[in-house]
């Protein structure tokens, strides 16, 4: 089900952005996030919970009859539904105008109001650039080919929300994410972006130029285009297909509790059903299980769920190791490399990543058959001493990677005066910080226990140069005493047998 990585025209960055959007719609795989012991887990048939809607997809929405929702070639009018949709959004957040049970449908939208691939195929214009593209690519272009004024409209952040980085300025972006992975990860999906428009460009070009007039069809309308798909797009689970659902633009995010959004085959509408109770008058929140990197890339910020957070801290074997070929036998049975990546959560470390820190740092091939991927199991005092402090030593160097302090985001905060980019950013920093802080604390409780320090000849104690030290300045009192005994002995001839004979 889930996309590859090696598709020829679909670029890696914008299909991991179809996962990561997929697996944000699919329950728990087993009671856990899907990033589960430090690898990703794409769901596969049998390994998935049973949605959380009970009505099967026997007309699949991306399936339906294209002709409901044809959309000429020739013409660029937005759809009637979509264009009062446009029109009645203020960016207010909007609040629930009564009680609504556990349960209970909070808002249904037909399935004609729901934009999905199969609307873009309807075109016959855009048949040939969406071919074998990605979902979210699709919808896009599906985009582009509307009213300039949706585009916009879809882009623009609500009320006191922050814009989508895709559409900061480098400049912004070095400014305000300085040290968060969110910068390089805008920066590296702007450039697959550009690079998927370079591609797409050059079949326009070659097939009817004409169609796809230059105020609208550009590498930054594009850009801006995929910032509004990804502010407003839903994987809809029963379906099996994303859906732009500009009805849900303004509604919050959160990874703690909100409303779930999927498809129900039997009223052919998409609908928005309570997970929890919510009281008149209450902000609508949706659920969404993507971690706060995310939810900044694509939203401009959003609550993640503390079980679903997460950062990737790298690790590698060393190339100059002897024991090289061996250790990467053994990566290559349970399937990690050379060089991985690692999730760390709140006060979590995964099994997988220690036990790989563990095997990159043995020196002795016995030690080999202790290496355990499935639970935690300590290879050596010395081993773990090594890898614990070489893993402190990252933390600590990404901590200090930020400007300035968790004081001052909180500062930002609570300033009225601060830009949301500002304050979407600072939020962004500090739930980045207190993963690396609440790690670096559980390291050195891992630390604690530990008494001493590695050295060729075993554990030596942490504190034997103090000792050696004081050992030193107590034995200078009895020094005159010692010096004239030895003179005493070598005058009476005490250490010379042969003395006198």
């Not at 895709?166 to 994410?177: I, Y």
């Not at 990860?185 to 428009?197: G, H, N, S, T």
């Not at 993640?304 to 053994?330: C, H, M, N, W």
């Not at 500002?422 to 790690?439: M, S, Y």
């Amino acid at each position: 089900r889930m996309r590859s990585l090696s598709s020829n025209h679909i670029d890696a960055s914008v299909t991991y952005v179809d996962n990561m959007l997929r697996s944000a719609a699919l329950p728990a795989l087993h009671g856990r996030p899907a990033w589960e012991h430090g690898v990703r887990f794409a769901p596969m048939p049998g390994q998935m919970c049973q949605p959380r809607f009970s009505s099967s997809c026997s007309t699949p929405l991306h399936a339906r009859d294209r002709s409901r929702h044809k959309v000429s070639a020739a013409s660029s009018a937005v759809q009637p539904s979509l264009a009062s949709e446009f029109v009645s959004s203020n960016g207010e957040r909007p609040r629930a105008a009564r009680d609504y049970a556990t349960g209970e449908i909070v808002r249904e939208i037909p399935d004609s109001d729901a934009i999905t691939r199969a609307d873009a195929q309807s075109i016959q214009a855009l048949e040939p650039l969406i071919e074998s593209r990605s979902e979210l690519v699709a919808i896009a272009l599906w985009l582009m080919r509307q009213e300039a004024s949706a585009v916009e409209t879809l882009a623009r952040p609500g009320e006191g929300r922050a814009s989508s980085p895709l559409l900061w300025s480098q400049q912004r972006l070095d400014e305000l994410l300085q040290g968060s992975p969110v910068r390089d990860m805008v920066v590296e999906r702007k450039q697959a972006l550009i690079a998927e428009w370079a591609d797409i460009s050059k079949l326009i070009s070659e097939h009817d130029p004409a169609a796809f007039p230059p105020d609208k069809f550009s590498e930054a309308k594009f850009i801006e285009a995929m910032a509004a798909t990804l502010r407003s797009v839903f994987y809809l689970q029963s379906a099996e297909c994303f859906a732009l659902l500009p009805q849900l633009r303004d509604w919050d995010r959160s990874g703690e509790k909100g409303a779930v959004v999927d498809y129900d085959s039997l009223s052919s509408s998409v609908i928005v059903r309570a997970d929890t109770g919510i009281k008149r008058g209450q902000d609508l929140v949706l659920r969404d299980e993507r971690p706060s990197c995310e939810l900044m890339f694509a939203l401009g910020g959003g609550t993640a769920g503390q079980d679903v957070d997460f950062l990737e801290v790298p690790a590698s074997l060393v190339i100059t190791d002897r024991l090289y070929g061996l250790k990467k036998e053994i990566l290559d049975s349970v399937g990690l490399g050379v060089k991985q990546m690692f999730p760390i959560r709140h006060d979590s470390l995964s099994v997988q990543h220690l036990a790989y820190l563990r095997l990159s740092r043995i020196q002795d091939t016995a030690q080999f058959a202790k290496v355990n991927f499935e639970r935690d199991v300590i290879i050596s005092v010395e081993n773990e001493y090594e890898i614990l402090q070489l893993l402190m030593s990252d933390l600590r160097a990404r901590v200090q990677g930020y400007s300035g302090g968790i004081e001052e985001d909180i500062s930002i905060l609570q300033r009225g005066d601060a830009a949301p980019e500002e304050k979407a950013a600072a939020k962004q920093r500090i739930a980045e910080r207190k993963i690396l802080l609440t790690n670096m604390d559980g390291v050195r409780q891992r630390l604690a226990p530990i008494r001493g320090i590695p050295t060729k000849a075993g554990m030596q104690d942490p504190n034997s140069d103090i000792k050696e030290i004081f050992d030193a300045m107590e034995s200078i009192p009895a020094l005159p005493s010692k010096l004239f005994n030895r003179l005493r002995d070598w005058a009476t001839g005490k250490d010379d047998p042969t003395w006198k004979k």
